[in-house]
Structures are given as C-alpha cells and as structure tokens.
C-alpha cells in the first residue's frame, strides 16, 4: 500500500474570504446557512454529496469523500468578505434575486451579520461599475496591508483557525502578462508605483498569498495565474486554484465535447449563445470585460478535440461565443449551442442544446467545494497551482509548458486520484483485468 500524506486536522473555525459580496457570494453564503440550519440539501457540492470508490470493484466500499478525508464542517465556517456596495449579506442576496425572499427570511440574522468591509477597487478594470464601499491608500502596496489588516481582525475577532480567499469580484478587462507580473520584486515595486498592471483582484491575491492563505479565483480574469505570485505563493506555502467556474454551458461543452470525441465524430462548428439579465452580465456586456470571458470560454474545445491529433475532424471548427444582455432573464441564464457534426462518410448532422440554467445555483457548491478542499491542501503542505482542482474551472491554471486537462471525466478521476493518494490508497486504473485472471 502507498504510504497516506500526512494532512493536519480540520481543527476550529475556517474562515472565508470572499471577494465581492454579489449573486455566486451570497448564494454560497445563504446556501451553507440554508444546509447548516436544514432546510435544505447541497446539491451539486462533491464535499457534501460525493462519494469515493476506495480499493478493488469487488470491496465495494464508496465511503462519502467526507469520510475520507477531513474536511472542514459547514459548522465550522464563518464567512467574510469584500464589497463597493455597502449592503449586508441578506440586502446583497435580495438584489441579486437568486434564492426565493422566503428561504432567505429563514436565515436573514445571519446573513446581516455579514457586512462588506470597504473594497480596493478601480473602476478602470471594471468599466460598467461604480459603488461607495471603496478603500483609499498611498498606492496599491498600501491597500494590500490594508486588506490584510481586514483578515487580521476578521481572524481574531472569530478564533478563526485558518482562512482561505475566493475572488467573487466583477470580471475585470482583458489583460495579460507584463513585466511588472515576472518576479516577487517587480510585483513589489509595481504595487508601490501604483503600476496599471496591477489591477484589484491582484491586490488581493499578493494580500492572501503573503499570507499564506489559500488563493482561489472564480473569475476569468488574470490575477494569481502570473510568475511573481506563483513564487510568492511556493514560498508562503499558500495552494492556488482557477480560474472562471466551470457552471452552465462550459460544463455541458466539457461533458459532451469528450464523447463526441470518443466517438470520432467531427465537428465543423459549435455555436454557443447566451441571455443573462444579472450584474454579471451587466458587466460582461463591456467589450474589454467580455474579451476576458470569452478568451477562457473559447479555449475550451480547442484543448478536448485536438485537432492536431484529428485534422479531418476539427481542423476548421468553427467556435463562436456570444453572451447578450438581457435585464428581464435575471440570474436565470438561457444558453443555446448549436454543434454541426460530421459522421460516417462525411454525412452532416445536427446537435441543438438548450439549457435553462441557475447561473449562480450551479457556481455556489463549486465555492463551497474549492473553498473546503483548498484548506484541505493547505493542510496536506501541498503548496502552488492546485491542478486536480481543474475540475471546478473553464480555464484551469496550469504549469508552464503543460496543456490544461478540460474533459470533465479525465478532471473528476484526477481529483479523486489525488483523494486516494493523500489516504494512501491504490490509485485507480480501470484496467480491471484481475476480475478476470
Ligand atoms: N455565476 C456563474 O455561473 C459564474 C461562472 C463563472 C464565473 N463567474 C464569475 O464570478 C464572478 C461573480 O459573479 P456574480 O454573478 O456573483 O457577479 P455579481 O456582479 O453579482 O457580483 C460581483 C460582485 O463583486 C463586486 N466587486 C467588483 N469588483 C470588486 C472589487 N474590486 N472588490 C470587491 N468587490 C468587487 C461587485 O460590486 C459585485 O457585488 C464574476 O466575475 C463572474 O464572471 C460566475
């Protein structure tokens, strides 16, 4: 047997920082309390709901993946967070509109207990945006002591045990990677000269890293995935996961993209479209926010089919995002895609999907999940880019020199390989010729 990593206890409270208190914040936020008080169940959560196959087919043991390794419990969380609104957690969740008024009634002195602390926020890197809420300082170096000054006081004032950070913040523009993002020393230097490569989120990100804490990001945009807090973060010892969450129409992409694939059926295009009438889609209606979005959502089939591996199937795909604006849809998303395919002697065919999804019911257990295996990282000493995580993410962070791993089974059975391996379990194959001998 391999021998189990050594993983420190999920002893005490675990705090969660959560950046911007919008739809997918509130909804994590309200939907722990939900499941904690019980009205509810954690759909969708592989923390809460998962299971784990452990050993040979014929043991059948498939222990609960919260049997196996320990994870903090939702008891045990306490959340708080940044916002440019200064409205409470249950004002916050009301605007949104995702969770019915009723079921939030039932956990509403929770919720306003959760009040944002003042954000450090530009409105350059989120054009469609503007709030109170905001921090001042010196220069972005100054505004990341302050964000640690805010987690320094959230930890004591809650004995919390440990922490980990999520941006939940508004897509920022496009960007990429600069001078200023290469070293620990010219990302220093950078935050001192108020350097525009710096956007927000990265402001949190140095701050959580510095910390040690574990760093995640929901979002598209560029923020912890550069050199410089890559090295920060191997020398502090913080676990790092992203970015953009895997939710409505990149999970159905990613689910149905392998099989088509496994199949050897070409496709000559895929047209995926988009209505969301929330916030998020306020922003994204910004040209610059948009390019962010669809950068990480277009990716995605490039990786899966390799068309250099199957020129006559997916040389010329033709892949085409859009996502509208649309007030009245609210959080309720609809995407359409249309997939042209090719089969058997070149014949075409058609694949029409519809999905009427919950954007922000389908990213609040994926929060969770990161939020609580992130910490569990942490305590196992796994420090960096947490790859078997990519399961959660449209644009998984990666090595450098290494492609992302999109399939969503190959992303499953690689987190829970690395469930088995940090137990010392046998890693599983499923060669299975022993049933057999
Ligand atoms: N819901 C999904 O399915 C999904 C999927 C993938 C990615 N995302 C991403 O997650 C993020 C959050 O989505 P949402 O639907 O909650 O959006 P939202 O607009 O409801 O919430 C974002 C919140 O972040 C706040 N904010 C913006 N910049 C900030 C800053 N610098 N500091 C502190 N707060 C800041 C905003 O005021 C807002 O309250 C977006 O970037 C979105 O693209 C969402």
């Known amino acids: 047997m391999p021998t189990p990593v050594d993983i420190a206890p999920a002893r ?10 919008g739809a ?29 196959r452990l050993g040979k087919r014929t043991e059948n043991r498939s222990p609960k993946i919260s049997d196996v390794v320990p994870l903090s419990s939702l008891d045990d969380l306490v959340f708080g967070g940044w916002d440019i609104f200064e409205d409470d957690c249950y004002a916050a969740a009301r605007t949104a509109g995702v969770i019915e008024p009723a079921l939030l009634d039932q956990v509403r002195p929770e919720l306003e207990k959760i009040r944002p602390w003042p954000a450090v926020f530009d409105q350059r ?43 939940c913040g508004s897509t920022e523009i496009f960007a990429t990677e600069s001078a200023a993002h290469q070293t620990i020393e010219s990302f220093e230097r950078a935050l001192e000269a108020n350097d525009a490569d710096i956007p927000s989120s990265m402001v949190y990100a140095y701050a959580a890293i510095r910390e040690g804490i574990p760093y995640a990001n929901a979002a598209p945009n560029l ?46 295009g895929w047209y995926s479209t988009n209505i969301l009438g929330n916030r998020d889609g306020e922003v994204l209606d910004d ?22 591996l199957y020129p006559d ?10 996502i509208n604006y649309y007030p009245p849809r609210g959080d309720n998303k609809e995407g359409w895609d249309n997939i042209d395919l090719v089969g058997w002697l070149g014949y075409k065919m058609q694949l029409k999907i519809n999905f009427l999804c919950r954007d922000s019911i389908l990213a609040a257990p994926i929060v969770l999940d990161v939020a609580l295996f992130l910490d569990l990282a942490k305590r196992a000493t796994m420090h960096g880019i947490q790859e078997w995580l990519s399961f959660y993410f449209k644009s998984p962070v990666h090595a450098p ?36 001998d």
């Open 401 to 436: 020199g290494l492609y992302p791993e999109h399939d969503l089974f190959i992303q499953l059975m690689k987190l829970k390989n690395t469930l088995r391996y940090l137990k010392g379990e046998e890693l599983i194959t499923h060669l299975g010729r022993e049933y057999y």
């Open 125 to 167: 890197y989120v054009k469609r945006l503007d709030g109170p809420n905001v921090k001042k300082g010196k220069n972005k170096k100054d505004l990341a002591e302050q964000v640690i000054a805010d987690i320094t006081r959230f930890k004591a004032d809650h004995h919390l045990d440990r922490l980990v950070m999520v941006w």
């Open 24 to 52: 997918v914040s509130t909804t994590t936020i309200a939907g722990v309390l939900a499941v904690r008080n019980g009205i509810a169940k954690p759909i969708g959560s592989l923390t809460q709901m998962g299971t784990v």
């Open 223 to 268: 923020t912890a995935d550069i050199p410089a807090l890559v090295e920060l973060a191997a020398k502090t010892g913080s676990p790092l996961a992203g970015k953009d969450l895997k939710t409505g129409q990149t999970l159905l992409k990613t689910i149905i993209a392998p099989g088509l694939k496994a199949r050897l059926l070409g496709v000559e």
């Open 313 to 322: 199937l997916y040389k010329d795909l033709c892949h085409v995002v859009r």
């Open 287 to 308: 040209p610059e926010s948009f390019k962010t979005k669809e950068e990480s959502k277009k990716s995605v089939l490039d990786y899966i089919l390799q068309p250099q």
């Open 12 to 21: 005490g409270k675990l705090g969660v920082l959560l950046v911007g208190l």
